[in-house]
């Protein structure tokens, strides 16, 4: 089984459980990224996660959106793009852009 069969099997268990769960992938990227598009992280209300879109800040930033849409069923997309210099501060090591579209599972 791949990750990502592994992340979608992980919030079936959590559905199953009554677990409200939105799952993020990431659906575009530029430049360097630490995570390629098809990653995704599966995110609980009650803060379970699983998974990864990238690490750093960008993780948190995604899994607080995870909350907000999961309080009002409406899918978001993400755009994140940092410059080099600031790279290291948000989790994108070199640079680059990057796509998150979060979205409730049902």
Do not use: N
Not at 53 to 61: N, T
Request: glycine share 14%; net charge negative.
């Amino acid at each position: 089984m791949s990750g990502t069969e592994d992340i979608l099997e992980t919030a079936r268990a959590w559905r199953a459980e009554g677990e409200s769960v939105a799952l993020a992938t990431v659906v575009e990227t530029w430049g360097s990224s630490p995570r390629p598009a098809g990653s995704r992280l599966a995110v609980t209300v009650s803060g379970r996660l699983a998974g990864s879109v990238s690490g750093g800040c960008i993780e948190g930033a995604v899994a607080d959106v995870a909350q907000q849409v999961m309080k009002t069923g409406t899918p978001q997309l993400l755009d994140f793009g940092i410059t080099d210099e600031r790279a290291w501060e948000v989790g994108l090591a070199c640079g680059g852009k990057l796509k998150v579209f979060v979205e409730p599972l049902a």
